[in-house]
């Protein structure tokens, strides 16, 4: 019994030690890995300013962002955004209107211009937004002589509240602050079937790793 016992402590002992080796060859191998990566994952910040349904209001919106580098030229990207505006209607500035919407856009940028770390990309993807706005639906105006100033008679409100199904296209030009920041101004349009044309002008900011 005793050596039964001596020779389980010892193959105890043994795998003990592989463990260990294990993980060590584990935790070095994803160390090379990451290393070896050079900075492929990018994640930013931004600001969005948008023309919600060419235009309707022109609105600001946060942007959290995630891009994978592939072979240095391919961005594979995400994103998601939330616009909460409380104001008037861009036309009769005297009209309320509400605008919450929650965007998830992806899509792939390829580089057509790459000098060191600064890019000149083009792309487009897929776009998800809900949309939950009250707007201005119908407007009966007058306008009389001699001036001929347009006056608001009487005017309804709709509430629409949907998910949206689009797509992006996207222009942006990238900048490398250092070996793990960058700074990328952007332009494009989100186009959907109900919500309409939402063009936008971003600046965001990236951190390398």
């Known amino acids: ?4 016992f001596r020779l389980t402590k010892l193959w105890l002992f043994i795998y003990k030690k592989m463990k260990k080796k294990a993980l ?3 935790i070095i191998s994803l160390t090379l890995t990451f290393c070896n990566a050079q900075f492929s994952n990018r994640l930013g910040i931004g600001l969005n300013y948008v023309a919600l349904d060419a235009p309707d209001d022109l609105v600001f919106s946060p942007q959290l962002k995630y891009e994978h ?3 240095k030229r391919i961005f594979v990207n995400t994103q998601i955004g939330y616009i909460n505006y409380h104001g008037t209607e861009a036309f009769f500035d005297k009209l309320p209107q509400t605008r ?4 998830f856009d992806t899509g792939v940028k ?3 211009i790459k000098y060191k770390n600064n890019y000149l990309k083009l792309g487009g993807g897929v776009s998800i937004w809900r949309r939950n706005d009250k707007i201005i639906d119908q407007i009966k105006v007058k306008a009389e002589a001699p001036d001929f ?13 949907d998910w949206n199904l689009g797509y992006n296209i996207v222009s942006e030009i990238d900048i490398s602050v250092s070996k793990k920041v960058s700074i990328s101004g952007s332009f494009g349009v989100a186009n959907f079937k109900n919500a309409g044309l939402n063009s936008f002008l971003g600046l965001t900011g990236f951190y390398k790793f």
Do not use: D, G
């Open 1 to 4: 019994m005793s050596c039964i």
């Open 24 to 26: 060590i060859t584990i």
């Open 69 to 71: 580098i592939i072979k």
């Open 100 to 103: 919450n919407r929650i965007n």
């Open 110 to 112: 390829f580089a057509i």
């Open 149 to 161: 100033v347009l006056q608001i008679l009487s005017y309804n409100t709709k509430t629409v509240k």
